[in-house]
Protein backbone atom coordinates (compact mmCIF):
# COMPACT_ATOMS: atom_id res chain seq x y z
CA UNK A 1 0.00 0.00 0.00
CA UNK A 2 3.09 2.21 0.65
CA UNK A 3 3.34 2.09 -3.36
CA UNK A 4 -0.06 2.87 -3.57
CA UNK A 5 -0.05 6.17 -1.67
CA UNK A 6 3.10 7.13 -3.05
CA UNK A 7 1.54 7.18 -6.59
CA UNK A 8 -1.82 8.34 -5.69
CA UNK A 9 -0.13 11.48 -4.20
CA UNK A 10 1.72 12.00 -7.57
CA UNK A 11 -1.23 11.42 -9.74
CA UNK A 12 -3.45 14.09 -8.70
CA UNK A 13 -2.07 16.69 -11.03
CA UNK A 14 -2.83 13.76 -14.05
CA UNK A 15 -6.12 13.05 -12.86
CA UNK A 16 -6.89 16.60 -13.87
CA UNK A 17 -8.32 18.18 -10.74
CA UNK A 18 -6.36 21.21 -10.91
CA UNK A 19 -8.01 23.02 -13.31
CA UNK A 20 -11.36 22.95 -11.37
CA UNK A 21 -10.80 26.34 -9.79
CA UNK A 22 -9.39 27.75 -13.14
CA UNK A 23 -11.69 29.87 -15.20
CA UNK A 24 -11.20 28.15 -17.90
CA UNK A 25 -11.84 29.92 -21.58
CA UNK A 26 -15.16 31.93 -22.41
CA UNK A 27 -16.76 34.15 -24.89
CA UNK A 28 -15.37 37.39 -26.14
CA UNK A 29 -11.50 37.14 -25.47
CA UNK A 30 -10.89 34.38 -22.71
CA UNK A 31 -14.01 34.81 -20.02
CA UNK A 32 -14.16 38.64 -20.78
CA UNK A 33 -17.70 39.38 -21.48
CA UNK A 34 -18.33 43.21 -22.77
CA UNK A 35 -22.08 43.13 -23.57
CA UNK A 36 -23.14 45.54 -20.89
CA UNK A 37 -24.60 48.16 -23.52
CA UNK A 38 -26.72 46.93 -25.82
CA UNK A 39 -26.53 50.73 -27.82
CA UNK A 40 -22.22 49.50 -28.29
CA UNK A 41 -23.03 46.20 -29.42
CA UNK A 42 -24.94 47.60 -32.52
CA UNK A 43 -21.25 48.95 -33.45
CA UNK A 44 -19.25 46.01 -32.40
CA UNK A 45 -18.72 48.39 -29.58
CA UNK A 46 -16.58 50.93 -31.16
CA UNK A 47 -16.76 54.14 -29.35
CA UNK A 48 -17.56 52.25 -26.20
CA UNK A 49 -15.03 55.18 -24.09
CA UNK A 50 -17.04 58.52 -26.08
CA UNK A 51 -20.15 57.92 -27.96
CA UNK A 52 -22.28 60.26 -26.61
CA UNK A 53 -26.05 59.07 -24.93
CA UNK A 54 -24.87 55.60 -23.19
CA UNK A 55 -25.25 55.29 -19.94
CA UNK A 56 -22.88 52.56 -19.72
CA UNK A 57 -20.11 54.83 -19.66
CA UNK A 58 -20.30 54.55 -15.60
CA UNK A 59 -18.28 50.84 -16.48
CA UNK A 60 -16.64 51.96 -20.09
CA UNK A 61 -15.47 55.14 -19.33
CA UNK A 62 -16.17 57.32 -16.20
CA UNK A 63 -15.36 60.60 -17.55
CA UNK A 64 -18.02 60.27 -20.21
CA UNK A 65 -20.39 60.90 -17.54
CA UNK A 66 -19.85 64.75 -17.64
CA UNK A 67 -21.46 64.63 -21.05
CA UNK A 68 -25.02 64.09 -19.82
CA UNK A 69 -27.59 66.35 -18.30
CA UNK A 70 -30.27 65.63 -15.22
CA UNK A 71 -31.03 61.80 -14.25
CA UNK A 72 -30.63 58.58 -16.74
CA UNK A 73 -31.35 55.31 -15.59
CA UNK A 74 -30.69 52.44 -18.27
CA UNK A 75 -31.56 48.43 -18.44
CA UNK A 76 -30.02 45.88 -20.80
CA UNK A 77 -30.20 42.28 -21.82
CA UNK A 78 -27.90 40.41 -24.15
CA UNK A 79 -29.04 36.67 -24.71
CA UNK A 80 -25.37 35.21 -25.74
CA UNK A 81 -26.81 32.02 -27.33
CA UNK A 82 -23.51 29.73 -27.69
CA UNK A 83 -23.22 26.32 -29.57
CA UNK A 84 -20.19 24.26 -29.56
CA UNK A 85 -20.52 20.54 -31.24
CA UNK A 86 -17.13 18.67 -31.14
CA UNK A 87 -16.05 16.14 -33.01
CA UNK A 88 -12.96 13.92 -32.46
CA UNK A 89 -11.79 10.70 -30.67
CA UNK A 90 -9.41 10.15 -27.98
CA UNK A 91 -7.19 7.27 -26.46
CA UNK A 92 -6.36 5.87 -23.09
CA UNK A 93 -3.34 4.89 -21.20
CA UNK A 94 -3.26 1.65 -22.94
CA UNK A 95 -3.97 2.72 -26.62
CA UNK A 96 -7.69 2.00 -26.68
CA UNK A 97 -9.97 4.46 -28.07
CA UNK A 98 -12.24 6.56 -25.24
CA UNK A 99 -15.80 5.17 -25.10
CA UNK A 100 -18.20 8.04 -25.37
CA UNK A 101 -19.72 10.26 -28.07
CA UNK A 102 -19.02 14.03 -28.68
CA UNK A 103 -20.58 15.38 -26.00
CA UNK A 104 -23.66 16.71 -27.96
CA UNK A 105 -24.15 20.76 -27.92
CA UNK A 106 -21.87 21.53 -24.95
CA UNK A 107 -23.16 25.62 -25.25
CA UNK A 108 -25.99 27.43 -23.73
CA UNK A 109 -28.35 30.27 -23.67
CA UNK A 110 -27.10 32.57 -20.89
CA UNK A 111 -28.76 36.55 -20.32
CA UNK A 112 -26.36 38.95 -19.20
CA UNK A 113 -27.99 41.60 -17.64
CA UNK A 114 -26.73 45.28 -16.85
CA UNK A 115 -28.33 48.18 -15.32
CA UNK A 116 -26.55 52.08 -14.63
CA UNK A 117 -27.35 55.20 -13.40
CA UNK A 118 -25.40 58.85 -13.70
CA UNK A 119 -27.13 62.14 -11.96
CA UNK A 120 -24.96 65.39 -13.18
CA UNK A 121 -25.12 68.66 -10.98
CA UNK A 122 -24.89 71.96 -12.07
CA UNK A 123 -21.28 72.38 -10.75
CA UNK A 124 -19.78 69.73 -13.71
CA UNK A 125 -19.56 66.89 -11.14
CA UNK A 126 -21.96 63.61 -12.31
CA UNK A 127 -21.92 60.56 -10.36
CA UNK A 128 -22.84 57.05 -11.65
CA UNK A 129 -23.41 53.37 -10.81
CA UNK A 130 -23.84 50.62 -12.91
CA UNK A 131 -24.16 46.80 -11.91
CA UNK A 132 -23.81 44.21 -14.82
CA UNK A 133 -21.70 40.97 -15.60
CA UNK A 134 -17.95 41.02 -17.12
CA UNK A 135 -17.00 37.49 -17.13
CA UNK A 136 -18.94 34.20 -17.15
CA UNK A 137 -20.04 31.08 -19.03
CA UNK A 138 -21.58 28.04 -19.42
CA UNK A 139 -21.23 24.71 -20.65
CA UNK A 140 -22.07 21.43 -20.28
CA UNK A 141 -21.68 18.19 -22.25
CA UNK A 142 -23.45 14.67 -21.95
CA UNK A 143 -22.60 12.18 -19.65
CA UNK A 144 -19.97 9.79 -20.53
CA UNK A 145 -19.13 11.77 -23.33
CA UNK A 146 -14.96 11.05 -25.15
CA UNK A 147 -13.75 14.16 -23.15
CA UNK A 148 -14.83 13.50 -19.75
CA UNK A 149 -11.72 13.27 -18.27
CA UNK A 150 -10.72 17.56 -19.14
CA UNK A 151 -14.41 19.00 -18.68
CA UNK A 152 -18.07 17.71 -18.08
CA UNK A 153 -19.76 21.00 -16.68
CA UNK A 154 -18.28 24.86 -16.08
CA UNK A 155 -20.55 27.45 -14.93
CA UNK A 156 -19.22 30.88 -13.88
CA UNK A 157 -21.15 34.10 -12.96
CA UNK A 158 -19.47 36.97 -12.08
CA UNK A 159 -21.23 40.34 -11.04
CA UNK A 160 -19.36 43.80 -10.45
CA UNK A 161 -20.48 46.73 -9.03
CA UNK A 162 -19.40 50.07 -10.01
CA UNK A 163 -19.39 53.55 -8.36
CA UNK A 164 -17.81 56.14 -10.16
CA UNK A 165 -17.41 60.07 -10.18
CA UNK A 166 -16.93 62.42 -13.08
CA UNK A 167 -15.97 66.41 -13.43
CA UNK A 168 -15.84 68.57 -16.46
CA UNK A 169 -12.26 70.21 -16.57
CA UNK A 170 -13.16 72.39 -19.37
CA UNK A 171 -17.27 71.86 -20.23
CA UNK A 172 -17.50 70.40 -23.53
CA UNK A 173 -14.13 69.79 -24.30
CA UNK A 174 -11.98 67.37 -21.31
CA UNK A 175 -13.09 65.79 -18.12
CA UNK A 176 -11.39 63.13 -16.09
CA UNK A 177 -13.48 60.19 -14.30
CA UNK A 178 -12.40 57.91 -11.59
CA UNK A 179 -14.42 54.47 -10.85
CA UNK A 180 -14.52 51.66 -7.88
CA UNK A 181 -15.23 48.55 -8.38
CA UNK A 182 -16.36 45.83 -5.90
CA UNK A 183 -16.68 42.27 -7.62
CA UNK A 184 -18.15 38.86 -6.80
CA UNK A 185 -17.04 35.50 -8.57
CA UNK A 186 -19.15 32.36 -8.09
CA UNK A 187 -17.46 29.25 -9.64
CA UNK A 188 -18.85 25.38 -10.48
CA UNK A 189 -16.46 22.90 -12.51
CA UNK A 190 -16.59 19.24 -12.65
CA UNK A 191 -15.05 16.71 -14.66
CA UNK A 192 -15.19 12.68 -14.54
CA UNK A 193 -11.85 11.09 -12.74
CA UNK A 194 -10.23 7.41 -14.12
CA UNK A 195 -9.44 5.95 -10.91
CA UNK A 196 -9.11 2.57 -13.19
CA UNK A 197 -5.65 4.21 -14.86
CA UNK A 198 -4.34 5.82 -12.08
CA UNK A 199 -4.35 2.03 -9.81
CA UNK A 200 -2.99 0.41 -13.36
CA UNK A 201 -0.27 2.36 -13.43
CA UNK A 202 0.73 0.87 -10.07
CA UNK A 203 1.86 -2.53 -9.74
CA UNK A 204 0.76 -3.41 -6.50
CA UNK A 205 -2.62 -2.71 -7.74
CA UNK A 206 -2.50 -3.72 -11.57
CA UNK A 207 -3.98 -7.12 -10.78
CA UNK A 208 -7.04 -5.69 -9.14
CA UNK A 209 -9.85 -6.45 -12.01
CA UNK A 210 -11.30 -3.34 -12.45
CA UNK A 211 -7.34 -1.78 -12.34
CA UNK A 212 -7.90 -0.68 -16.14
CA UNK A 213 -8.29 2.32 -18.04
CA UNK A 214 -12.30 3.37 -18.26
CA UNK A 215 -13.04 0.38 -15.61
CA UNK A 216 -13.52 2.35 -12.71
CA UNK A 217 -14.45 6.20 -13.43
CA UNK A 218 -15.14 8.87 -10.44
CA UNK A 219 -15.99 11.92 -10.73
CA UNK A 220 -15.08 15.23 -9.04
CA UNK A 221 -16.48 18.92 -8.71
CA UNK A 222 -15.89 22.30 -7.01
CA UNK A 223 -17.49 24.99 -6.15
CA UNK A 224 -15.89 28.68 -5.19
CA UNK A 225 -16.21 31.79 -4.68
CA UNK A 226 -14.61 35.08 -3.75
CA UNK A 227 -14.92 38.82 -3.89
CA UNK A 228 -12.32 41.37 -4.99
CA UNK A 229 -11.91 45.44 -5.62
CA UNK A 230 -10.79 47.21 -7.89
CA UNK A 231 -10.40 50.72 -9.76
CA UNK A 232 -11.38 52.84 -12.75
CA UNK A 233 -9.97 55.79 -14.42
CA UNK A 234 -10.20 57.74 -17.56
CA UNK A 235 -10.41 60.97 -19.66
CA UNK A 236 -12.20 62.72 -22.54
CA UNK A 237 -11.23 64.98 -24.81
CA UNK A 238 -13.10 67.01 -27.85
CA UNK A 239 -10.94 69.28 -29.76
CA UNK A 240 -13.27 70.09 -31.83
CA UNK A 241 -17.43 69.57 -32.44
CA UNK A 242 -16.87 67.08 -34.23
CA UNK A 243 -13.90 64.93 -32.81
CA UNK A 244 -14.31 63.17 -29.76
CA UNK A 245 -11.15 61.06 -27.91
CA UNK A 246 -12.13 58.49 -24.96
CA UNK A 247 -9.37 56.57 -23.14
CA UNK A 248 -9.77 54.23 -19.70
CA UNK A 249 -8.43 51.99 -18.37
CA UNK A 250 -9.76 49.64 -15.73
CA UNK A 251 -7.34 47.65 -13.41
CA UNK A 252 -6.71 43.89 -12.75
CA UNK A 253 -8.55 42.21 -9.98
CA UNK A 254 -7.09 39.65 -7.12
CA UNK A 255 -9.86 37.05 -6.19
CA UNK A 256 -8.51 34.69 -3.20
CA UNK A 257 -10.99 31.62 -4.51
CA UNK A 258 -12.17 29.64 -1.48
CA UNK A 259 -14.10 26.54 -2.21
CA UNK A 260 -15.01 22.98 -1.60
CA UNK A 261 -14.20 19.71 -3.12
CA UNK A 262 -16.55 16.88 -3.94
CA UNK A 263 -14.94 13.40 -4.90
CA UNK A 264 -17.19 10.91 -5.87
CA UNK A 265 -14.98 7.47 -5.88
CA UNK A 266 -16.37 4.13 -6.75
CA UNK A 267 -17.06 1.51 -3.99
CA UNK A 268 -14.29 -0.93 -5.21
CA UNK A 269 -11.44 1.59 -5.99
CA UNK A 270 -12.57 3.32 -2.37
CA UNK A 271 -12.06 0.35 -0.47
CA UNK A 272 -8.11 -0.29 -1.58
CA UNK A 273 -8.00 3.11 -0.60
CA UNK A 274 -9.70 2.74 2.81
CA UNK A 275 -7.11 -0.45 3.17
CA UNK A 276 -4.05 1.52 4.21
CA UNK A 277 -3.98 4.87 7.17
CA UNK A 278 -1.79 6.71 4.43
CA UNK A 279 -4.41 6.20 1.72
CA UNK A 280 -7.10 6.69 3.36
CA UNK A 281 -7.69 10.57 3.46
CA UNK A 282 -6.70 11.00 -0.14
CA UNK A 283 -9.99 11.86 -2.78
CA UNK A 284 -11.77 12.58 0.50
CA UNK A 285 -14.05 15.92 0.06
CA UNK A 286 -13.17 18.89 1.54
CA UNK A 287 -11.95 22.74 1.25
CA UNK A 288 -10.10 23.80 -1.53
CA UNK A 289 -8.71 27.75 -2.50
CA UNK A 290 -6.52 29.15 -5.45
CA UNK A 291 -5.12 32.71 -6.14
CA UNK A 292 -6.72 34.49 -9.32
CA UNK A 293 -6.08 37.92 -10.95
CA UNK A 294 -8.60 38.83 -13.32
CA UNK A 295 -6.54 41.06 -16.38
CA UNK A 296 -6.42 45.09 -16.94
CA UNK A 297 -8.08 46.56 -19.86
CA UNK A 298 -7.03 49.76 -21.70
CA UNK A 299 -9.52 51.57 -24.16
CA UNK A 300 -8.97 54.12 -26.59
CA UNK A 301 -12.23 55.20 -28.48
CA UNK A 302 -12.54 58.20 -31.53
CA UNK A 303 -15.70 59.41 -32.85
CA UNK A 304 -16.28 62.04 -36.06
CA UNK A 305 -19.32 63.54 -36.85
CA UNK A 306 -19.85 63.54 -40.66
CA UNK A 307 -22.51 65.03 -40.66
CA UNK A 308 -25.86 65.98 -38.52
CA UNK A 309 -27.18 62.69 -39.55
CA UNK A 310 -23.90 60.49 -39.75
CA UNK A 311 -21.20 59.71 -37.48
CA UNK A 312 -18.26 57.19 -37.62
CA UNK A 313 -16.56 55.40 -34.10
CA UNK A 314 -13.72 53.27 -33.71
CA UNK A 315 -12.20 51.57 -30.71
CA UNK A 316 -8.72 49.78 -29.67
CA UNK A 317 -8.10 47.63 -26.69
CA UNK A 318 -5.88 45.57 -24.99
CA UNK A 319 -6.74 43.01 -22.24
CA UNK A 320 -3.72 41.80 -20.14
CA UNK A 321 -3.98 38.42 -20.43
CA UNK A 322 -0.89 37.57 -18.99
CA UNK A 323 -1.81 38.12 -15.25
CA UNK A 324 -3.22 34.84 -15.81
CA UNK A 325 0.48 32.70 -16.13
CA UNK A 326 -1.03 29.76 -13.66
CA UNK A 327 -3.71 28.83 -11.24
CA UNK A 328 -2.04 26.84 -7.56
CA UNK A 329 -4.75 24.88 -6.15
CA UNK A 330 -4.53 24.21 -1.97
CA UNK A 331 -6.27 21.39 -0.96
CA UNK A 332 -7.37 21.13 2.12
CA UNK A 333 -6.41 17.44 2.95
CA UNK A 334 -3.15 15.78 1.87
CA UNK A 335 -3.76 16.07 -2.00
CA UNK A 336 -0.50 17.70 -3.37
CA UNK A 337 -0.63 21.55 -4.24
CA UNK A 338 -1.54 21.28 -8.21
CA UNK A 339 -0.45 24.11 -10.60
CA UNK A 340 -2.29 24.63 -13.99
CA UNK A 341 -0.26 26.63 -16.36
CA UNK A 342 -1.55 28.77 -18.94
CA UNK A 343 1.18 30.98 -20.01
CA UNK A 344 -1.92 33.22 -22.13
CA UNK A 345 -0.75 36.31 -23.58
CA UNK A 346 -2.01 39.97 -24.42
CA UNK A 347 -4.63 40.73 -26.52
CA UNK A 348 -6.24 43.33 -28.63
CA UNK A 349 -9.44 44.28 -30.24
CA UNK A 350 -10.34 46.04 -33.18
CA UNK A 351 -13.49 47.63 -34.04
CA UNK A 352 -15.15 49.79 -36.23
CA UNK A 353 -18.89 51.09 -36.38
CA UNK A 354 -21.30 53.68 -37.67
CA UNK A 355 -24.42 55.30 -37.03
CA UNK A 356 -27.14 57.01 -39.01
CA UNK A 357 -29.56 59.24 -37.58
CA UNK A 358 -32.93 58.48 -40.03
CA UNK A 359 -35.34 60.84 -38.26
CA UNK A 360 -36.10 62.35 -35.18
CA UNK A 361 -37.75 58.40 -33.71
CA UNK A 362 -35.34 56.39 -35.27
CA UNK A 363 -31.67 55.64 -35.14
CA UNK A 364 -29.71 52.94 -37.36
CA UNK A 365 -25.93 51.38 -36.28
CA UNK A 366 -24.04 48.84 -37.86
CA UNK A 367 -20.09 47.65 -36.73
CA UNK A 368 -17.35 44.75 -37.47
CA UNK A 369 -14.66 43.71 -34.63
CA UNK A 370 -11.81 41.41 -34.70
CA UNK A 371 -11.32 40.21 -31.13
CA UNK A 372 -8.21 38.04 -30.32
CA UNK A 373 -7.72 35.09 -28.42
CA UNK A 374 -4.88 34.59 -25.45
CA UNK A 375 -5.10 30.95 -25.92
CA UNK A 376 -2.59 28.64 -28.35
CA UNK A 377 -3.26 24.68 -29.63
CA UNK A 378 -1.11 24.23 -26.39
CA UNK A 379 -3.39 25.69 -24.09
CA UNK A 380 -7.08 25.33 -25.44
CA UNK A 381 -9.54 23.12 -23.35
CA UNK A 382 -13.02 22.08 -23.78
CA UNK A 383 -14.07 24.23 -21.10
CA UNK A 384 -15.26 26.48 -24.30
CA UNK A 385 -12.98 26.13 -26.97
CA UNK A 386 -11.44 29.83 -28.13
CA UNK A 387 -10.24 31.12 -30.94
CA UNK A 388 -9.48 34.27 -32.76
CA UNK A 389 -13.53 36.05 -33.83
CA UNK A 390 -14.79 38.08 -36.17
CA UNK A 391 -18.20 40.54 -35.25
CA UNK A 392 -20.86 41.40 -37.54
CA UNK A 393 -22.98 43.52 -35.70
CA UNK A 394 -26.41 45.73 -36.46
CA UNK A 395 -28.44 48.01 -34.19
CA UNK A 396 -31.21 50.34 -33.78
CA UNK A 397 -32.92 52.89 -31.32
CA UNK A 398 -36.25 53.98 -31.19
CA UNK A 399 -37.09 57.20 -29.01
CA UNK A 400 -40.82 55.71 -28.29
CA UNK A 401 -41.27 59.11 -26.17
CA UNK A 402 -39.19 62.38 -25.74
CA UNK A 403 -37.36 60.24 -22.31
CA UNK A 404 -38.14 56.67 -23.20
CA UNK A 405 -35.50 55.46 -25.89
CA UNK A 406 -35.72 51.71 -26.94
CA UNK A 407 -32.70 49.91 -28.48
CA UNK A 408 -31.82 46.78 -30.32
CA UNK A 409 -28.76 45.09 -31.53
CA UNK A 410 -28.19 41.33 -32.90
CA UNK A 411 -24.13 40.22 -33.29
CA UNK A 412 -22.70 37.16 -35.49
CA UNK A 413 -19.21 36.27 -34.43
CA UNK A 414 -17.25 34.17 -36.97
CA UNK A 415 -15.38 31.73 -34.94
CA UNK A 416 -12.47 29.93 -36.62
CA UNK A 417 -13.15 26.15 -35.83
CA UNK A 418 -10.99 25.95 -32.66
CA UNK A 419 -8.78 22.65 -32.36
CA UNK A 420 -7.78 20.95 -29.74
CA UNK A 421 -4.73 18.56 -28.57
CA UNK A 422 -4.57 17.12 -25.12
CA UNK A 423 -2.44 14.71 -23.36
CA UNK A 424 -2.58 14.24 -19.46
CA UNK A 425 -2.89 11.53 -17.53
CA UNK A 426 -2.16 8.90 -19.76
CA UNK A 427 -5.61 9.95 -21.94
CA UNK A 428 -5.55 12.04 -25.21
CA UNK A 429 -8.13 13.95 -26.44
CA UNK A 430 -7.98 15.65 -30.49
CA UNK A 431 -10.55 17.35 -31.94
CA UNK A 432 -12.16 20.28 -33.98
CA UNK A 433 -15.46 22.16 -32.98
CA UNK A 434 -18.23 24.13 -34.94
CA UNK A 435 -18.54 26.92 -32.99
CA UNK A 436 -21.63 29.56 -33.47
CA UNK A 437 -21.92 32.31 -31.28
CA UNK A 438 -24.91 35.13 -31.87
CA UNK A 439 -25.93 37.94 -29.64
CA UNK A 440 -29.55 39.57 -28.93
CA UNK A 441 -29.92 42.98 -27.01
CA UNK A 442 -32.16 45.14 -26.16
CA UNK A 443 -32.06 47.95 -23.60
CA UNK A 444 -34.35 50.59 -22.43
CA UNK A 445 -32.99 54.14 -21.47
CA UNK A 446 -34.96 56.64 -19.57
CA UNK A 447 -34.04 60.58 -19.14
CA UNK A 448 -35.63 62.14 -15.89
Known amino acids: MQHVQRFTRLSALALGITGALAFGQVHASAFQIKENSVKAQGRSFAGSAIAPGDVSVVSNNPAAMAQFE ?138 LPFARPQAADGHAEIEGDSTGMGWLIGATLRPTEKLGIGISYRSEIDHEIEGTADWTVPGNVAAVFGASPTTRPLFQDGGASADLTTPSVMTVSVSYQFTDRFSLLADYSETGWKSLQQINIDFANPDPNSVENFHWDDTRFYSLGGEYKFNDQWTFRAGWAYDETPTTFATRTPRLPDEDRTWYSVGASWMATQNLEVNFAYTYLDVSNPQIGLRDGGHTLFGEYDATINLYGVSAKYNF
Open 70 to 207: GTSFQADVTVIDLGFEFTGSGNDALGRPITGGNGGDAGDVIPVPSMAFIHKFDNGIALGAQVDAPFGLKTEYEAGWVGRYYADKSDLKTVDLTLSAALDIVPDKFSVGLGLIYERADVTLSKAVDFGSLLFANPATRP
